[in-house]
């Protein structure tokens, strides 16, 4: 229910500024959660965890999958995002992940 309800307030953010809001599956049942694709083609990639326990492995997962498209040849995202229900500040990992807080899409 919080990926659902986080996934709907992105919805309504890509709107506002003519993005589209997309899940992601490959072939090989690689998955996240939630895509972004911005105007000109670029695209931004979030991975929606209630807790806080599982942000180091949503962040591996979003490196995994952006280093496969890059390898494969394909366009990588701009941005690879962790939003967290249990976190209460945003900041940028050591490995150029962002983690937010689902209360930060508000601002």
């Given at each position: 229910?919080?990926?659902?309800?986080?996934e709907r307030d992105l919805k309504i953010y890509a709107d506002s500024f003519n993005a589209k809001c997309f899940h992601y599956q490959d072939y090989q049942n690689n998955e996240i959660d939630s895509v972004l694709e911005l105007e000109d083609g670029s695209w931004c990639a979030f991975e929606i965890k209630l807790g806080a326990k599982q942000i180091d492995s949503a962040a591996q997962n979003l490196i995994n999958i952006?280093?496969?498209?890059?390898?494969?040849?394909?366009?990588?995202?701009?941005?690879?995002?962790?939003?967290?229900?249990?976190?209460?500040?945003?900041?940028?990992?050591?490995?150029?992940?962002?983690?937010?807080?689902?209360?930060?899409?508000?601002?």
């Open positions: 229910m919080f990926e659902s309800m986080v952006s280093n496969k498209i890059k390898n494969e040849g394909g366009k990588p995202p701009k941005v690879l995002c962790v939003i967290c229900g249990l976190t209460n500040a945003a900041y940028q990992r050591e490995d150029g992940v962002y983690v937010a807080p689902i209360t930060a899409l508000k601002n």
